[in-house]
């Protein structure tokens, strides 16, 4: 038995003072508010000052981007600077730099809180799209990174078979991304096998990289499983679904049975309000990633009107421009804010909520993300003095904590980071830097004058009217900011 007296406690009820925490064979076993500090200390309680909330999750990540943060601004920085180096370093991985790269990338998230992540897996296989001996080495990788970080993931293994909705190959990097059928990634994933800190989930990539004619198996096929698909992110992904299936996205999930209580939908960024109902309708959950959706300028999504529609709501800090719910959980609020000039829509229950409860509910972990008996014993202490929160009341931490006011962190009931270091690797930024030294610096493809025309020509419907510059990367031809990412 494990006990704890928190200062402040974050319960299903709301925030409470005096918290005694009992944890044991990784479960609460008794959570008491009203508990005198006093007494529960000389019973041997673990004091934690500052509010003590539920273990966040992060319900969309792909942990090589965190390789691009503060590289990929060349110039004013476009869709196109970014790509270019999100490929290049696609390309550049194998196994063991991966799990070092995601190793320090899930520390990271450890020490802001994150005790479970969803990996939203793609990198599948070697350059060219040949095989490991073991198929799925990558994946593996991750499994073991996420385990060596104390944390727990679901590996969303990712279906992904085409470079654009009118069905065109892979070429290039994306070769690495493909098993070539849907039979193929289905034997390959029927290799995977859950852990006690492992679930093995499913993603479809996108109507962009599954063919119409597929999503119906992969429905069937991922029955049970919690399962993601970017949606709607762009424009032009919505535009060339309509020239292609005479529908939007959304609707083509609906005609093929990939909607509903186990899916997430990522982005949602651009629906009509048809698509909106359709998915309130079905329970289908949505999860948004409003640092990635601003750096990459892809737009504000409709959280506010797909909440009261019936759409669950996650997080996730997607591309790690940023590693930190709070500012996640803030920017769903605060994007609402600049998109309607008013405040107040969402309360700082809802968005603690969609940081936590919702995320791990779409990663496929029951009794999680809440501090109730029963439920797994995660725990984020939050400090209450640092210059950032000093004087917030405990309710509201949300809307002023960052990821660097995290000081304690339990998963499972194991601790992970005591006092703001990370138990197992103290030496975080040292991790990451010997990690991403491996990583490729600049892009690796060159821009012609005649590409970078076509490009613009072919952006110059996006309503948004986003300056992009190359439209080919690794041999890789596409045009509009559509283009698969």
């Known amino acids: 038995m494990t006990r704890y007296h928190c200062a402040h406690a974050w319960l299903p009820t709301g925030v409470a003072d005096d918290v005694l925490l009992e944890l044991a064979g990784g479960r609460f076993v ?54 270019d180096q999100m490929y290049a370093v696609a390309g550049a991985l194998d196994p ?11 520390v990271e998230m450890a020490l802001a809180g994150i005790t479970c992540v969803g990996e939203f897996h793609y990198l599948h296989h070697a350059p060219g799209g040949g095989k490991y001996s073991d198929p799925n080495a990558m994946g593996e990788a991750l ?35 493909g098993d070539g059928s849907f039979d193929a990634w289905s034997s390959r994933v029927d290799r995977l096998r859950a852990r006690p800190h492992a679930r093995i989930g499913a993603a479809a990539h996108s109507v962009r990289a599954v063919p119409a004619g597929v999503l ?30 005479g529908r939007t996205p959304t609707e083509l999930l609906a005609d093929r049975g990939l909607l509903g209580g186990r899916v997430t939908a990522v982005h949602a960024t651009h629906l009509t309000d048809a698509d909106r109902a359709e998915l309130g309708d079905t329970g289908t959950g949505v999860c948004f990633c409003p640092t990635t959706e601003r750096d990459l300028a892809d737009g504000i999504g409709p959280a ?29 609020e605060m994007h609402e804010r600049l998109r309607t000039e008013h405040r107040g829509h969402f309360t700082g229950a809802e968005l603690l909520g969609a940081a936590t ?43 002023a904590a960052t990821a660097g006011d995290v000081r304690h962190v339990v998963i499972d009931g194991r601790v ?50 986003t300056e992009t510059g190359a439209p080919q990367a690794g041999g890789i031809r596409e045009t509009g900011i559509g283009a698969t990412r």
């Not at 005198?36 to 969309?60: F, S």
């Not at 119906?216 to 309509?242: D, I, K, W, Y």
């Not at 759409?311 to 959980?329: C, K, N, W």
């Open 357 to 399: 409860a919702a995320g791990h509910a779409a990663l496929g972990w029951a009794h999680a993300g809440t501090i109730a008996v029963g439920a797994r014993a995660d725990l984020v202490t939050v400090a209450l003095d640092s210059p950032r929160t000093a004087g917030c009341d405990p309710a509201a931490i949300g809307f």
């Open 30 to 83: 008794t959570v008491r508010p009203g508990t005198p500090a006093e007494a529960a200390e000389a019973d041997g309680a673990v004091r934690l000052p500052g509010v003590t909330l539920p273990g966040l999750a992060n319900a969309h990540s792909h942990a090589f981007h965190r390789a691009l943060r503060g590289r990929t601004q060349r110039g004013r920085g476009t869709f196109w600077t970014w790509r």
């Open 416 to 465: 992970v980071v005591r006092d703001g270091v990370h138990l197992a690797t103290p030496d975080v930024g040292a991790a990451l830097t010997k990690a991403l030294a491996a990583m490729p610096t600049t892009g690796q493809t060159r821009t012609t004058h005649g590409q970078a025309a076509r490009a613009e020509k072919a952006n110059a419907k996006d309503a948004r009217g």
């Open 216 to 245: 119906a198996e992969f429905a069937a096929r991922t029955e049970g499983m919690p399962t993601h698909v970017h949606l709607s992110e762009q424009r032009a992904e919505n535009e060339a679904c309509l020239a292609v299936h």
């Open 96 to 106: 063991d730099s991966y799990h070092a790269l995601a190793h320090a990338v899930y």
């Open 304 to 332: 506010r009107a797909l909440a009261d529609g019936g759409s669950p709501l996650s997080l996730g800090s997607d591309s790690h421009a940023v590693i930190d719910l709070f500012e996640e959980a803030r920017g769903m």
């Open 143 to 177: 499994i073991a990174a996420a385990a060596d970080a104390g944390i727990r993931i679901t590996l969303l293994d990712t279906l992904y078979l085409t470079a654009g909705v009118d069905g065109r190959p892979l070429e290039g990097v994306q070769l690495r991304f």
